[in-house]
């Protein structure tokens, strides 16, 4: 069977949102084809990126309490914020490492397991001339290329792994995936393995 699934698995691997993930993509079972549109390694790139700017801008926070707490010579309780926010400045930096590895390791690992959908002009044309979604048009175009995918493999069984429900448990965007044949959609990687383990061909 092929399974779909877009930037958030990659981005539930870095940021640790979603233990299972890294288990699907270190063990797939021989059963499933992992499949994912080639943009979603731009966006991950992007989300890392505003990821590493939250951690900076809560960096240059804690560097300014840290001179204000400094200036308190005689309160007890200032000295022990202050050891505090400097733990939480080198904690704040090894957490933005983790992140970093863990995606590029499952950037690594998804180049050699998983099939990319390249982005084509139809699917550009299809995007832009019929939106699924008003606002979102990354998601919109990552979602006209699963679509394409999906059409042209009609006689697999289908199913969709993304954590973004908001977008993409709307009921034309299921009605959609549905007639393209999807016809399963999940939003933690546990209970796509859950479900798997219960299909009498698994």
């Not at 560097?63 to 308190?72: F, K, M, V």
């Not at 982005?119 to 048009?137: G, K, N, S």
């Not at 993304?162 to 990687?189: C, H, I, M, P, W």
């Amino acid at each position: 069977m092929i399974l779909y699934f877009e930037t958030n698995f990659l981005m539930s691997i870095g940021t640790g949102r979603d233990p299972q993930a890294n288990t699907l993509l270190q063990n797939t079972p021989s059963s499933v084809q992992l499949v994912m549109p080639s943009i979603c390694y731009m966006e991950a790139l992007s989300a890392l990126e505003q990821e590493q700017k939250y951690r900076r801008r809560l960096e240059n926070e804690i560097n300014l309490q840290i001179s204000q707490l400094r200036r308190d010579v005689t309160s007890t309780h200032a000295r022990n914020l202050l050891a505090l926010l400097e733990q939480s400045k080198t904690e704040n930096k090894e957490l933005i490492k983790d992140v970093e590895m863990r995606i590029f390791e499952a950037i690594h690992q998804i180049a050699s397991k998983v099939q990319m959908i390249e982005l084509t002009a139809e699917t550009i044309r299809q995007h832009r001339v019929m939106p699924l979604f008003d606002q979102d048009h990354t998601d919109n175009l990552l979602l006209y290329c699963i679509l394409h995918h999906a059409y042209c493999h009609p006689t697999e069984s289908k199913a969709f792994l993304s954590s973004n429900s908001r977008e993409f448990r709307q009921v034309e965007v299921q009605d959609a995936l549905r007639n393209a044949g999807v016809t399963n959609y999940f939003t933690r990687t546990q209970d796509f393995l859950a479900w798997l383990q219960s299909q009498p061909s698994s």
